[in-house]
């Protein structure tokens, strides 16, 4: 495997400071590939053609990043169903066959594929056909499109295939998946700016859920998910109550408190909350803690030794185990070990 090489084409390829890999070997960049994304099979089309792989990946925040994948000769991809996150990918150059469920789309440069994680994926990368794939945590959408509807996601949120990038409506989200692909690509001001990092990653997702083709899209131009519910923007009080939790994930905080903080009784943010989430504010609390908890085992391990998945719980204030590991899964589909094993660390 080949690190921190340099493009050897006249242009640098699409973020090329945040190289993972590159290879010639495919069971290798099926290794690493599979890290960032999930295992898959991975075979060129054509016995005897050479990998020319390469892998490029930087986190937009904490539930997306932006990645540059290329193999060079025709692949078969099939990596069943994706589990915990959606990916929006946009060849390049060249095109796919993708299929997930029962839908098929031929993609190209204004054709992108958006396969849903509850449904098979099974793809066929064409010749020469490098992508720009935005990943996106299943969870942290599921929760987006909770509160643009202002109540509970019953069914698993599944996307129209084909996302075409010439329509209108479609304009807006492509331009600024470019922005954000410019803005890294050249000072990667938004990285060191958790701020607006968190604040470009909610427009995406927001983006991204209004503007592409999915099972909850009627419910969302009508502005609600049934008659009678609440308003998309969220109260004032419920703002404030969020904000305060999320000013303190790792620090000890009851339902008291936050109420003292934003000036009502437990009584009235526990209905606001109910209406305007469909959780209570300590079961949104807790929520809040398990994506840090997913956030941190995510992240690369610069030291020698790695943090235990118990040290990481416990800083975010889950002190019994077997609770914390059945909520992390309930909430993501797989253990901790998982996610932590899927980034290539120990655990």
């Known amino acids: 495997m080949h690190t921190a090489q340099q493009s050897s084409t006249a242009h640098p390829l699409p973020l090329e400071r945040f190289r993972l890999f590159d290879s010639h070997d495919l069971d290798e960049a099926r290794e690493f590939v599979g890290r960032v994304?999930?295992?898959?099979?991975?075979?060129?089309?054509?016995?005897?053609?050479?990998?020319?792989?390469?892998?490029?990946?930087?986190?937009?925040?904490?539930?997306?990043?932006?990645?540059?994948?290329?193999?060079?000769?025709?692949?078969?991809?099939?990596?069943?169903?994706?589990?915990?996150?959606?990916?929006?990918?946009?060849?390049?150059?060249?095109g796919a066959t993708v299929r997930c469920?029962?839908?098929?789309?031929?993609?190209?440069?204004?054709?992108?594929s958006l396969p849903s994680p509850t449904e098979p994926l099974s793809m066929r990368w064409h010749e020469d056909s490098p992508q720009f794939i935005v990943k996106i945590d299943r969870a942290a959408l599921h929760t987006r499109l909770s509160?643009?509807?202002?109540?509970?996601?019953?069914?698993p949120l599944v996307f129209e295939l084909g996302v075409d990038l010439a329509q209108?409506?479609?304009?807006?989200?492509?331009?600024?998946?470019?922005?954000?692909?410019?803005?890294v690509e050249t000072n990667a001001f938004l990285l060191g700016h958790p701020v607006l990092a968190e604040q470009a990653e909610n427009h995406?997702?927001?983006?991204?859920?209004?503007?592409?083709?999915h099972n909850y899209s009627q419910a969302l131009a009508a502005g609600t998910a049934k008659p009678g519910n609440a308003p998309v923007v969220l109260?004032?009080?419920?703002?404030?109550?969020q904000e305060f939790m999320h000013s303190r994930l790792e620090l000890p905080i009851t339902l008291a408190e936050v109420c003292a903080h934003v000036g009502v009784s437990a009584r009235s943010?526990?209905?606001?909350?109910?209406?305007c989430t469909g959780k209570s504010p300590m079961a949104f609390l807790r929520e809040l803690r398990l994506d840090a908890v997913r956030a941190a085992l995510q992240q690369p391990c610069l030291a020698e030794r790695a943090p235990q998945v118990s040290d990481i719980a416990a800083r975010y204030g889950f002190?019994?185990?077997?609770?914390?590991?059945?909520?992390?899964?309930?909430?993501?589909?797989?253990t901790p070990s998982d996610t932590r094993q899927r980034h290539g660390e120990p655990h």
């Open 168 to 183: 209108p409506s479609l304009m807006g989200m492509a331009s600024f998946i470019a922005y954000l692909r410019s803005a």
């Open 235 to 241: 109260p004032r009080v419920v703002k404030r109550a």
């Open 319 to 334: 002190f019994h185990l077997g609770h914390f590991a059945e909520g992390y899964r309930k909430r993501f589909g797989e």
């Open 147 to 155: 509160a643009l509807l202002q109540t509970p996601v019953q069914q």
């Open 204 to 213: 995406l997702l927001t983006s991204l859920l209004l503007s592409t083709q």
């Open 37 to 94: 994304f999930c295992p898959h099979e991975l075979a060129t089309l054509h016995p005897g053609a050479q990998l020319d792989a390469c892998h490029h990946s930087v986190p937009l925040h904490r539930d997306a990043s932006l990645n540059y994948v290329q193999y060079g000769p025709a692949v078969r991809i099939e990596p069943g169903h994706l589990g915990g996150f959606y990916l929006l990918q946009i060849p390049l150059r060249g």
């Open 101 to 112: 469920g029962g839908q098929a789309v031929e993609s190209h440069a204004l054709m992108a």
């Open 269 to 275: 943010l526990q209905q606001t909350f109910a209406q």
